[in-house]
């Protein structure tokens, strides 16, 4: 089997990826179509897209080109990932995607399975829950792209779609693999597109990943992966367990921290104590069109330390209040500094940094797009949802994370990872 995984946003995509990694598929994630006489070989690769909060025609428009592409390249088994909180508004777009799928791959039907118990997204009787509530009793409720107000994934689905809903109730699960998969057919049989299964703990992926092994198309989040992964990781033995596809290694490091998130102040306040540290001054990065390559000169000045030095932006929320309404009123300064650190990682690609660890989802997209990243071999997952990463020519090795991803000690554990054997 190689898994094509098409994945609605890019955390979702590194998060499926670093499950599949963890169950020893070697994995290649994608921003965009490579040619595929350039593919290394892997077991799954998975698409990045930016497609959960688009119109709907769009989204269906560029799920199925990335459908196209996997096809292309090799795969043979087709996975739609989205939330686990099933993140959609009554417009779509989980109900047109997965119909389009269908459709493109001539199924009349598929799985639909968000559950994800490590972060105790569950579905009992076919409702959705987050830890002990119901969706749509959860801080879901005020989302503010999509606030999920039903709980209901077929009332969802029916929203969206006009595809029909079947069920596999947990008193059907809990027999185990060859009852999931005969209910399954009878659904099929009976004419049902989308076949919503109830998961309440890490069991039940695996036994839902063996009842569906033959299904050409399913869909869910990122927990499903993790039950792929293991039945494929049982059934090849010791290869099940193989390394991930690189190993992180010491060169020329900078840290950039460009989220502003709870998570990202405790752990720019952890680093700070143990690692040589820089906060950028705003004034400067409105004034000063050389202030990129001043932030360059710092960083290569503290090299040689074990840990990489740090540029920071991260403020408090008051700071940012401040800057906002008085400071820097009028002034869209969140933009400048994202140019500032996409300028200051020009300079220091070209003078030899080849590792970037960096906080904050739009700064990530900022460095990745000017270091002209958009293929990746996935590495050790370092944190739930956060990976090393490594260009697919191998010059770049990066972790990029979302500003609330990762433990406090974050920044450093990152580069515990390091392969020191060279
Ligand atoms: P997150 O993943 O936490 O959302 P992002 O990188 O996506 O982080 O977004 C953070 C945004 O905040 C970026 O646009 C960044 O440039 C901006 N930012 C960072 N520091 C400051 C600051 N001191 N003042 C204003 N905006 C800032």
Same mark, same amino acid.
């Given at each position: 089997?190689?898994?094509? @995984?098409? *994945? ?10 670093? +499950? ?14 490579? *040619? ?6 892997? %077991? ?51 109900? !047109? ?31 959705? +829950? ?8 959860? !801080? ?25 809903? /079947? ?36 069991? %039940? ?12 198309? @399913? ?24 390394? !991930?596809?690189?190993? !992180? ?12 998130? *709870? ?49 920071? *932006? ?26 500032? +650190? ?36 996935? /590495? ?43």
């Amino acid at each position: 089997m190689k898994l094509g @995984v098409i *994945a609605d946003d890019f955390t979702g995509a590194v998060d499926i990826a670093g +499950f599949l990694v963890s169950g020893g598929m070697r994995t290649l994630m994608c921003a965009k179509p490579v *040619a595929t006489g350039q593919l290394p070989e892997t %077991d799954a690769i998975v698409m990045s897209l930016k497609i959960r909060s688009i119109p709907s025609s769009d989204a269906v428009k560029e799920a199925l080109s990335a459908l196209a592409f996997l096809q292309e390249a090799g795969c043979d088994r087709f996975y739609y990932k989205y939330c686990s909180t099933f993140d959609s508004t009554e417009k779509g777009n989980i109900g !047109p995607i997965s119909d389009a799928l269908r459709a493109a791959l001539g199924l009349s039907s598929t799985l639909i399975c968000p559950s994800l118990p490590i972060n105790r997204r569950t579905v009992y009787h076919g409702y959705l +829950f987050v830890g002990d509530q119901l969706l749509s009793d959860s !801080p879901m409720r005020h989302h503010p792209l999509n606030p999920m107000k039903m709980s209901k994934l077929a009332d969802l689905l029916a929203m969206q779609s006009p595809a029909t809903n /079947g069920h596999v109730y947990y008193d059907v699960v809990r027999k185990g693999a060859t009852a999931v998969k005969n209910r399954i057919d009878t659904l099929e049989k009976d004419g049902v597109n989308n076949i919503i299964v109830d998961v309440i703990n890490d069991g %039940d992926l695996t036994t839902i990943a063996k009842a569906t092994e033959d299904m050409l198309l @399913v869909t869910g989040g990122s927990g499903l992966a993790q039950g792929i992964a293991a039945v494929r990781a049982k059934a090849l033995g010791e290869r099940g367990t193989a390394k !991930p596809a690189f190993l !992180p290694k010491r060169t020329k490091a900078v840290v950039i921290a460009g989220s502003c998130s *709870a998570m990202m102040q405790k752990q720019v306040a952890y680093y700070k104590e143990k690692a040589e540290s820089f906060s950028i001054d705003e004034q400067a990065c409105v004034d000063d069109p050389s202030y990129p390559e001043t932030l360059a000169k710092w960083v290569f000045a503290h090299q040689g330390s074990t840990l990489a030095p740090m540029v920071f *932006a991260t403020r408090s929320p008051e700071e940012l209040q401040y800057n906002r309404e008085q400071r820097f009123k009028g002034v869209y300064l969140a933009g400048i500094i994202e140019q500032v +650190f996409g300028k200051m990682t020009a300079i220091l690609a070209q003078k030899g940094v080849e590792t970037f660890i960096v906080g904050g989802g739009e700064t990530s997209g900022v460095v990745a797009s000017t270091l002209g990243v958009d293929a990746y071999l996935i /590495g050790e997952q370092i944190d739930p949802g956060v990976s090393w990463v490594q260009s697919l020519d191998k010059k770049y090795q990066l972790v990029l994370k979302s500003g609330n991803f990762g433990c406090e000690s974050f920044l450093e554990k990152a580069q515990e990872c390091y392969d020191e054997r060279n």
